[in-house]
């Protein structure tokens, strides 16, 4: 499977469908000196550009429409822009981001467009409330948006045990809680006020249970606990919570009736990849079920280097998501 993207690196992909054209959001890869550590130093992204393609056809071309937003025109940015994701709602587009503020904490930020393709004005400020990394937004066939966000040891979710205004710095770098009975920390979400620009309730967790128990899946279960990238999608009216294991590399999901859950385990949709990390996106486009995802098969294993791929999925009569047709 060939890169979506040869430009340039491009890593963490949200994929949606704006005018009827597929928009991806990817995050920007560059070259650095800075070696790999679990802090996620040597991912040192500065801006965004945004893509578009009208078929996904391998021939079709994908349009690069350009830097649309770079860390020198967010005020409170010092540094790290990483995966973002966009959406739309009353005619405008907002793209949101991650970054470290000037005292290197992450928040989340929002800018806004009139074109899916931005440009895209910052807000002067992080939305109030937020923290960590990977926002992923869903806007719910009523109109109400929510935002899912979280990431382990340099994405420093661990660091919030205390609640959702208590930084502990203490668990900085790559730690978690583990250990006998000790549950997996959840990824977080918020519904998102009518103007998509803060946080219309409290900051909640996620919570992911384990099929065969109904219990919350355990902290050393890292072959199928939360690590990073959320994504929600919706399918036969069900909400299907999708998300990186990390230091497994695993991309699974889990199923609920709920935009803020309980979701159940219900499997793996992407196997490891080369390179650390693995980011994805799930979309509808042409009446056909996609994921997109990234690997570091162009920069021949470089993993701050990333490509963005793409590949169709499927849904079985139960509603699991298989990678191979039904018959």
């Not at 470089?302 to 047709?325: A, Q």
Request: aromatic residues 14%; negative net charge; contains cysteine.
């Amino acid at each position: 499977m060939a890169p979506l993207i040869t430009n340039i690196y491009t890593a963490d992909p949200s994929a949606h469908v704006f005018e009827g054209k597929i928009y991806i959001y990817p995050s920007h890869d560059r070259e650095t000196d800075i070696q790999f550590n679990d802090n996620g130093d040597q991912y040192d992204m500065a801006d965004y550009h945004v893509f578009s393609t009208e078929s996904l056809d391998p021939a079709a071309p994908v349009i690069d429409h350009g830097v649309v937003l770079k860390t020198e025109d967010i005020p409170w940015v010092s540094k790290q822009l990483w995966a973002p994701d966009a959406a739309y709602k009353n005619g405008k587009y907002y793209l949101y981001f991650p970054a470290r503020d000037k005292q290197g904490i992450f928040r989340i930020g929002v800018a806004v467009g009139d074109r899916p393709e931005g440009p895209f004005t910052p807000d002067p400020e992080p939305i109030k409330g937020s923290y960590s990394i990977d926002p992923a937004t869903f806007v719910d066939d009523d109109g109400q948006a929510y935002m899912y966000f979280g990431g382990l040891w340099g994405g420093q979710l661990q660091c919030y045990q205390g609640g959702n205004d208590v930084f502990d710095a203490s668990w900085q770098g790559p730690k978690e809680p583990s250990g006998e009975g000790v549950c997996a920390l959840g990824p977080r979400v918020a519904k998102l006020t009518d103007d998509m620009r803060q946080f219309a309730d409290e900051v909640r967790e996620v919570v992911i249970l384990a099929p065969e128990t109904g219990e919350r899946i355990a902290a050393d279960d890292h072959d199928r606990r939360f690590f990073e990238a959320a994504w929600m999608h919706k399918y036969n009216g069900k909400y299907y919570f999708s998300y990186s294991t990390g230091d497994t590399h695993y991309l699974c999901y889990a199923v609920g009736d709920s935009p803020y859950g309980p979701f159940t385990y219900g499997g793996r949709i992407l196997e490891p990849v080369l390179g650390w990390t693995t980011h994805h996106s799930i979309v509808e486009f042409q009446g056909r079920w996609w994921l997109f995802h990234h690997d570091c098969e162009l920069s021949k294993g470089v993993d701050h280097l990333r490509s963005v791929k793409v590949k169709e999925i499927f849904y079985d009569k139960d509603g699991k998501i298989v990678t191979e047709k039904p018959e």
